[in-house]
């Protein structure tokens, strides 16, 4: 556990969790803690059960707020995608007068990288942190929807370029994921909506403007997301059309060949009959005759059907 005395975007390095329950002159306490830190934080701030238990919970939160008379408690996703598969990660915010502790069960990029914007804005108050980490949270979001567009369009260029088996795999994964990942969008954005439109004591009306454009980039990013599973549809489309059109090209192929085999069939047929009167049969050059013939006539349909690109 973590804990800064924030001041202008400063950080204070705090030793005695206990002086954090005085409301510090300037600036706030960012609390950086883990689950397991949450049996000396609970009788500390008088963090509500209800709160601590979803916290402690094994289970998969959905992203919610709740409101108790000295704190908030919020529950948002961080993301992140490594081109193979999405990961979520529970981000969980006490939201209170002076200070706001983040809790969280693994690392978490969005904490780590908030550093610099709260040293660039000059954040002063719990409010306005929470305004910058949620924003951060949501920007990541559009990045991995960017990530993923890019990711459908490289697979369908694969796809008409040369399709494999595994490609359906891929396509069936993908879009498991993105459904699974609308499923949390929907609830983010209205945690998010909430805090810009409810009226709200821990947030200052200056801050809460500000969510609203938070809430718009959520916006956004449903809709991007709804695209993307509309993209995966197509997708699976278009592999099914290229395999039946690999599977139409191959058919094509035997065809062509069956076809070119068959007056080769006939003529090799005829000389294997046991009668006297066939052409060349006793002739001394017979046999090489009726193979050079045959020889003509099988490149003579070939080339036919190349002119004709059947082929």
Same mark, same amino acid.
């Given at each position: 556990m973590k804990i800064r005395l924030v001041q202008d975007g400063v950080f204070k390095l705090i030793e005695d969790a206990a002086l954090t329950l005085t409301p510090p002159e300037y600036g706030f306490y960012w609390i950086d803690a883990t689950v397991e830190d949450l049996a000396e934080l609970q009788p500390l701030f008088g963090l509500h059960d209800l709160a601590v238990e979803d916290c402690l919970s094994e289970e998969e939160q959905r992203p919610k707020i709740e409101f108790y008379d000295t704190h908030y408690f919020i529950v948002i996703n961080?993301?992140?995608?490594?081109?193979e598969e999405i990961f979520l990660r529970a981000l969980n915010i006490f939201l209170g007068k002076h200070y706001i502790i983040t809790l969280t069960r693994q690392k978490i990029h969005e904490l780590r990288s908030i550093?610099?914007?709260?040293?660039?804005?000059?954040?002063?108050?719990?409010?306005?942190?929470?305004?910058?980490?949620?924003?951060?949270?949501?920007?990541?979001?559009?990045?991995?929807?960017?990530?993923?567009?890019?990711?459908?369009?490289?697979?369908?260029?694969?796809?008409?370029?040369?399709?494999?088996?595994?490609?359906?795999?891929?396509?069936?994964?993908?879009?498991?994921?993105?459904?699974?990942?609308?499923? %949390?969008?929907?609830?983010?954005?209205?945690?998010?909506?909430?805090?810009?439109?409810?009226?709200?004591?821990?947030?200052?009306?200056?801050?809460?403007?500000?969510?609203?454009?938070?809430?718009?980039?959520? %916006?956004?990013?449903?809709?991007?997301?709804?695209?993307?599973r509309d993209l995966m549809g197509n997708l699976r489309e278009a592999y099914q059309s290229s395999v039946a059109n690999r599977a139409n090209e191959i058919m094509r192929i035997f065809t062509a060949l069956t076809t070119i085999f068959m007056p080769l069939t006939f003529i090799t047929g005829v000389y294997g009959m046991n009668v006297e009167n066939v052409p060349f049969l006793h002739d001394r050059y017979g046999g090489e005759i009726v193979l050079g013939f045959m020889t003509v006539l099988g490149c003579g349909m070939f080339y036919l059907f190349r002119k004709k690109d059947w082929l």
């Open positions: 961080s993301i992140r995608f490594d081109d550093k610099p914007f709260l040293w660039e804005e000059e954040v002063n108050a719990p409010d306005h942190f929470l305004y910058q980490l949620i924003d951060l949270v949501v920007d990541n979001y559009t990045a991995v929807g960017d990530r993923i567009e890019a990711k459908i369009e490289k697979l369908e260029e694969d796809i008409l370029m040369h399709t494999k088996k595994s490609h359906l795999s891929e396509i069936v994964g993908l879009r498991g994921e993105i459904l699974w990942l609308k499923k %949390v969008l929907v609830p983010q954005r209205d945690v998010i909506a909430t805090l810009n439109k409810k009226d709200l004591k821990l947030i200052s009306s200056q801050w809460q403007k500000y969510f609203g454009d938070v809430y718009e980039n959520a %916006v956004k990013i449903v809709d991007t997301f709804d695209t993307l």
